[in-house]
């Protein structure tokens, strides 16, 4: 089976409720796509008969508009705020995915914390070990050499030195990024 | 997208203009590729289907390769690598993405949507293709027509910025165009960036034989250049590694204008030039002739847009979601549906510094107001990555550039030989409502305000002298066209003076200056750019007041006053703005309510309307002290944070108004709505840390990309939730550096004793330094960065300290090299960095106040409900 699937015989209930984090203020990189995206997602979840819930920090969207979702937040994105909403609403479940890295690294921190546990609110969409493939460089490659697709050469380096090394081995011209 | 099931599908490829090293985000971006082979797309096809299954991903997933370029351009050096397969894979995003939202505008496949719905375990199989309505969401789009999005940069506001492109985005936002040849959706794409006047035919001055070739926002207009300079594809793409095929393409189109520039304009060449996507003002330019001219030609010859809708399955079924581009063919397949009344909503085009989401939001609204109101919205934009150009959010869209000459086209084309339907300019910001002249001069009906109303409340002239007749105060100031006139002008109104260029709006090179050397200053460079005339107004030193308001030509409704943090000075969309105000007099509040109502009504507004006013007591002892600043005949972007804070729909209010309407008839009346029993913050949020080279201070020019809101029922708590929503909170026992100017060191002092008072440890530089051991407080003295370490720029960069405060010297940046160091380390490490005691006295007042803030549904704050 591959890595991250579900069993295809596990039962999957329908949420009654649904927890919608969107992405907070734009900026370069996390603009109104996000917006656009959290708007559908509400839509789809009324469609479903699915109480949304969301939590955004920008006034200025479309998606903390009234009749969007079923309650609206305008709040700081934090893990205590979202804490904070989650023991008060109780969702069965959180949808990460559709508020850009800024709701999926909350999804995240709120999972690391112990809080969706605590509460028993399941994660959508993506399971946090596919998250966790896909967004750590280190276990996306060696995914790809597993499955026999090619990546670009790469070192993950934290000192000056091993910088150098690394580039003896790839060659310039080079990508950096942090890991 | 992948479900439940393993039913995986390919929603869309799209290809990179810019090789390898430029980030997608700021790369132009072509779909369906145009360079890849069938074997190529296969191959790449069935890698992403192997990736996502192994991931396991439920839902939608964005894959992104390097693929070999062609042999005869680059040579390949991947061939060590143990597959031997001519691709790279670079990355994944488990979610749905910017790539996504473009892949779901470009084919009609709405993709958060199944996405979300995939999250909640139904399959593919099981969810409707909300545009055909028969198929559902297991089939792959398929495209009959070509997309061109490219990236709209700031560089237009941040003239210094480091203008390279690599693997950092610098894009604030983005533009879509449609056509069915690549030539003609990249034309559109360049006509609706609405960067400056800059069109195809746009050249710099400093390219002379070799324009650049490397990344830059220009690189396109760079290769344009080149081929006309006689430089072939093949060169070209050896030296920027752009595949030859488009630089093919682009040859295309300088070919056109060669012929344009030498051949007679006859109908077969003018429909040739069309096809390509030569606006007409390019033709004109080109031909010799004046843009009204090649219209006007058109129209004889009958050279007209046919549009196409975008169905995603290339025509296999009907569909029913009208969304629609143009195109230089036969079978116009949006006919105008003349039994309904019919509105058009001018969209705002792409998200820039100075017109953001907010008016975005304002065009969802009027749709969706349009619609309750039984009046079939028709909505323009150009924007790929928005709520409004979704496929369900208007009755018809019209994916096209927001320039006169695309939405003359639609509007003839939804007359259907008789009367256009009115357009609604006041939402979509600048973008529409520059649309207003160009549209009352070709008769076409207006919506709202009318060309008139909006023409007198830009043009400084006539707006003085409404004033003036209302006995309504403004700073005082006048036009100046030479040095000697500027000194005459400032001297007679005593500085501080603010000085603007007269024909920019939004805050753009604005600045203020203190003394004669600064004036001779602005006024050189100001010439040099070109600018005719300078304004140059009295600075009066208060707090800044906005107000929103909706007129229906006999009553006017102020939904709320915003009162701002910061002084004048601060561009309003940088300020943190309070509603409701804090420190307003009731004289100042009924004064403003009083000058908004008479001036509404005296321009003849009909819809919305917004005013900044600043109160300077000083500046007027015999009465309320409140002045006029700016006056915008428009929805401002204000509009969302107002209509959700005080629950007054605004946007429907203004439409139902242009539909006949009065504010009666909806159940509100004039003057200023009840206060509501709670305190909402709005705070800027900056982008400074992408932007190598900008500085970060606060001044007449804004910077902000974004806004949060903090919301609560005390002040204190308001400020601190804003606070931390944008990344500017202060913890106590943060240890704060100060660099301060020297005329803003005694007003500081409060400062300086609170952030003692809360257990800040404090650090600055000498002149300061000196100023707080004056005070009998101890502090770490830091040296300047020339002179040895640990200097200013180390306790930044060493994490010493928290935050920074730090104030610039006459209101300017430049003068002090130091001071840009220390704002760009600051923002580099992601630490708060205040430029304005104002906020910065903001932020220390609500780390002293208690430490509790509630979390609410917006709406039992409005209903004054505590937790």
């Known amino acids: 089976m591959p890595a991250g699937s579900s069993p295809a015989s596990a039962p999957f209930e329908k949420p009654r409720s649904v927890l919608i984090i969107g992405s907070g203020p734009i900026v370069i990189g996390q603009a109104a796509e996000f917006d656009y995206a959290g708007t559908q997602a509400c839509k789809a979840m009324r469609e479903e008969g699915i109480r949304s819930i969301l939590v955004n920090s920008n006034p200025a969207t479309i998606m903390t508009d009234e009749g969007v979702a079923d309650v609206t937040y305008i709040e700081p994105l934090t893990v205590d705020v979202v804490e904070r909403i989650i023991a008060r609403e109780r969702p069965d479940a959180l949808l990460p995915t559709l508020g850009g890295q800024t709701g999926l690294n909350l999804a995240m921190e709120l999972a690391e914390a112990g809080i969706l546990d605590k509460y028993n609110v399941r994660m959508l969409g993506s399971t946090i070990r596919t998250i966790k493939l896909a967004e750590d460089r280190q276990l996306f490659r060696d995914l790809l050499t597993e499955i026999g697709e090619p990546t670009p050469k790469s070192a993950i380096v934290e000192t000056f030195e091993d910088a150098q090394a690394a580039l003896d081995e790839i060659g310039l011209p080079a990508v950096i990024r942090p890991a | ?867």
Not at chain 2, 49 to 64: F, M, S, T, W
Not at chain 2, 289 to 297: G, I, K
């Open chain 2, 1 to 867: 997208m992948r479900d439940a099931n393993d039913t995986c599908i390919i929603i869309c490829n799209m290809e990179n203009l810019d090789p390898m090293g430029v980030h997608t985000g700021d790369s132009i971006v072509v779909a369906p590729s145009q360079t890849l082979s069938d074997r190529d797309h296969q191959m790449l096809r069935n890698s992403a289907l192997k990736i996502i299954r192994a991931l396991g991903i439920e839902g939608g997933c964005n894959v992104q390769f390097a693929l070999a370029p062609r042999p005869d351009v680059v040579a390949w050096d991947g061939s060590d690598d143990a597959t031997c397969l001519p691709y790279h894979v670079i990355e994944v995003n488990p979610r749905v993405s910017r790539s996504s939202a473009l892949a779901s505008k470009a084919t009609g496949y709405p993709i958060a949507r199944v996405a979300a719905k995939i999250a909640i375990g139904k399959s593919l199989h099981e969810i409707q293709n909300s545009v055909t309505e028969r198929t559902t969401a297991a089939f792959e789009p398929a495209l009959d027509y070509t997309v061109v999005k490219i990236p709209r940069w700031p560089f237009d506001k941040f003239a210094a910025g480091d203008r390279h492109l690599g693997t950092q985005m610098k894009a604030t936002g983005e533009v879509m165009a449609i056509d069915r040849t690549f030539e003609g959706a990249l034309q559109k794409a360049i006509r609706s960036l609405e960067f400056g006047q800059r069109s195809i035919l746009w050249e710099s001055p400093d390219w002379g034989d070799h324009p650049p070739l490397d990344a830059t926002d220009e690189r396109i207009w760079a290769l344009i250049a080149s081929l006309r300079r006689g430089r072939t594809p093949m060169e070209i793409a050896h030296d920027c590694g752009v595949d030859p095929w488009f630089l093919e393409r682009f040859a295309r189109i300088v070919a056109m204008e060669r012929r344009l520039l030498a051949e007679d304009l006859t109908p077969t060449l003018l429909c040739a030039a069309k096809r390509l996507g030569f606006a007409d003002r390019d033709i004109a330019t080109l031909a010799d002739r004046l843009p009204e001219q090649v219209r006007a030609l058109r129209d004889e010859w009958g050279i007209r847009p046919a549009y196409k809708m975008v169905d995603t399955c290339a025509a296999e079924f009907d569909a029913v979601t009208p969304y629609f581009y143009s195109t230089y063919e036969e079978e116009n397949e949006a006919l105008p549906n003349l039994d309904r009344e019919r509105m058009l909503v001018v969209g705002s085009g792409p998200i820039r510094i100075g017109q953001g989401i907010e008016f975005d939001y304002c065009s969802v609204r009027a749709a969706r107001a349009l619609q309750d109101a039984g009046v079939m919205s028709i909505l323009a934009n150009s924007n790929p990555e928005t709520a409004s150009t979704d496929f369900d959010t208007s009755d018809r869209l019209y994916f096209e550039p927001l320039d006169e000459e695309s939405v003359r086209d639609l509007l003839e084309n939804e007359a259907g030989g008789g009367e256009a339907p009115p357009s609604i300019v006041q939402f979509g910001g600048q973008t529409a409502v520059n649309m207003a002249g160009p549209l009352h001069a070709a008769a076409l009906p207006i919506a709202g305000s009318s060309a008139d109303t909006i023409d007198l409340a830009e043009d400084r002239g006539r707006f003085e002298a409404i004033l003036s007749s209302l006995d309504i105060p403004q700073p005082p100031g006048a036009g100046v066209r030479t040095l000697e006139d500027a000194f005459t002008t400032a001297a007679a109104i005593r500085y501080p003076v603010l000085v603007r260029p007269s024909y920019v709006l939004g805050g753009r090179a604005m600045e203020v200056v203190h003394d004669e050397s600064e004036l001779r200053r602005y006024f050189g460079a100001a010439l040099a750019e070109g600018t005719g005339a300078v304004l140059i107004d009295k600075y009066l030193d208060g707090p800044e007041v906005e107000v929103d308001a909706i007129c229906d030509g006999n009553a006017v409704l102020i939904p709320g006053i915003m009162e701002h943090i910061e002084r004048a000075g601060v561009h309003s969309g940088d300020s943190m703005a309070v509603y409701p105000p804090q420190r307003l007099t009731a004289e100042q509040r009924d004064a403003i309510i009083d000058y908004t109502t008479r001036m509404a009504l005296a321009l003849g507004v009909r819809g919305l309307m917004n005013v900044q006013f600043v109160i300077a007591p000083s500046a007027q002892p015999d009465g309320p002290g409140v002045f006029v600043i700016e006056v915008n005949p428009r929805s401002s972007r204000t509009v969302p944070f107002l209509s959700k804070v005080t629950g007054v729909p605004m946007v429907q209010l203004a439409v139902n108004i242009m539909l006949g309407k009065s504010l009666k008839d909806q159940g509100y009346e004039g003057g200023l709505w009840p206060e509501r029993d709670l305190v909402a913050v709005k705070a800027p949020v900056f982008s400074m840390a992408k932007l190598i080279g900008v500085d970060t201070f606060l001044g007449p020019e804004m910077k902000s990309t974004g806004e949060v809101m903090g919301i609560d029922h005390t002040f204190d708590a308001a400020v601190r939730k804003a606070m931390i929503a944008s990344d500017l909170e202060v913890r106590p026992g943060t240890p704060v550096l100060l660099s301060l100017a020297r005329q803003t060191k005694d007003e500081a002092t409060p400062l300086v004793h609170l952030l003692h008072a809360a257990g800040c440890p404090l650090y600055a530089t000498e002149g300061t330094a000196a100023m707080i051991r004056g005070l009998g407080i101890p502090v770490t003295e830091v040296t300047k960065i020339l002179e040895g370490h640990p200097n200013v720029v180390d306790v930044i960069r060493d994490g010493s300290v928290g935050a920074v405060i730090n104030t610039i010297e006459g209101g300017r940046a430049e003068v002090r090299r130091d001071g840009f160091h220390i704002r760009r380390n600051a923002t580099e490490m992601r630490i708060p960095c205040f430029t304005s005691l104002d906020t910065a006295r903001a932020a220390i007042e609500a780390l002293a106040a208690p430490d509790d803030y509630s979390v609410q549904p917006l709406i039992e704050y409005r209903d004054g409900m505590t937790s």
